[in-house]
């Protein structure tokens, strides 16, 4: 057996006997039942992993929680810059045919 794998195994028979110790101490959570969340994987570079680490540990909250409000938040813009657009873009559709239909309605022998 490797040192390593003896560290390992202190490690574990350690943990196992915090574990037995403490088996009675109320836990400081609640399970809330079935989540609607699912898990994502997402690949970044590593310098903006640790930057990611960096702005989350600056306000106090995890990577991961940061992580995800700021991905819900680009969504949302996305979502709404979408609807903008198509807005505009209808708006700019009935201009258009309004002119069309006045520029016919002139035109000569109309």
């Known amino acids: 057996m ?3 794998d003896e560290e390992l195994l202190g ?10 110790s403490t088996r009675d101490v109320e836990l400081e959570y609640r399970r809330r039942g079935p ?14 992993i640790e930057q990611l680490r960096r702005v ?4 106090g909250v995890e990577p991961s929680v940061l992580a995800r409000e700021w991905v819900i938040a680009r969504l949302d813009e996305a ?7 198509h807005e505009r873009w209808e708006r700019d559709m009935r201009r ?14 109309a």
């Open 11 to 20: 490690k574990l028979a350690a943990e196992a006997e915090h574990a037995e």
């Open 96 to 109: 258009a045919t309004e002119q069309l239909r006045h520029l016919l309605d002139e035109r000569p022998g």
């Open 79 to 85: 979502e709404h810059s979408r609807d903008d657009a």
């Open 2 to 4: 490797t040192k390593r």
């Open 35 to 48: 989540s609607r969340s699912q898990v994502y994987g997402l690949r970044l570079p590593a310098d903006r």
């Open 56 to 59: 989350a540990h600056a306000r």
